[in-house]
């Protein structure tokens, strides 16, 4: 093969080689997106059972608070719950000025937190305390939801009387002044020196009379009734 064929052969497939990739379309690189996923927050927070059978509370990181509360009132409006003792039936109203103590306390009386806890304190014509007992249980159901706190929720112009319904906090080493939102008491009378202490999230509505029977109860010296009384809740509407 002579000189000038060969040079004429290697321009021909030069030139198809040139064609070919004009035709063929250069592949297109996608830049991966990340997809954020979604957490069903109703399937993360299930209730754990104990290996008695017992139901527990879902965990709930304090820093999620205001948040599973926010959303967990919004699917759940109630506001009216009913308290049954041996001594009669008590009645309470929900503010929705304090929306994430309404939920937080729906929340507990429809997981069942309250039933077989018992009224801990007593002190005729100041408060009636409940949410407690000294049963196992009790502490691990509280465990289980982290024993989570809610913040104060002052309400302006509302004050400590008879018949109001608020949470219990500790009053020592609590420089955030953390609410419990497990213990309430009903207040039987002023109680002045409480307004601004302690958030008031709710009111009687029937049943004062059970409250004042119960307030009278024999007492231990940590004013523990010595007759014991459980309570179990629900929710009316």
Known sequence: MNSRLLIGLIIVLLAMSCKDNEER???????KVEVEKKIDLDEFYQPMITEDGDTLLSYIPQDSVELFFTRYGKKN??????????YGKIQLELFEQTPLYRA??????KNGYY???VVHRVVPDFIV????????????????????MLPPAILDNVQHTYGTVSA????????????????FFITLGSAS?????????????????VAEKISRLNRDEGDWPIETVYIDMKVID
Do not use: C
């Not at 379309?25 to 830049?31: F, G, N, T």
């Open 193 to 209: 020196h409480l307004d601004g202490e302690h958030t008031i999230f709710g009111k009687v509505t029937s049943g004062m009379d």
């Open 129 to 148: 305390q409940a949410g407690d007992s000294d049963r196992r249980i009790t502490a691990t159901k509280r465990s289980s939801a982290g024993n989570y």
């Open 25 to 31: 379309p250069m592949p297109v690189v996608e830049e």
């Open 168 to 183: 219990a906090k500790r009053w020592e080493d609590n420089p955030e002044n953390w609410h419990n939102p497990f213990d």
């Open 115 to 117: 039933d077989e806890t």
């Open 104 to 109: 937080s306390f729906i929340y507990l009386v």
């Open 77 to 86: 409006p109630e506001k009216r719950v009913e308290i049954e003792t041996k």
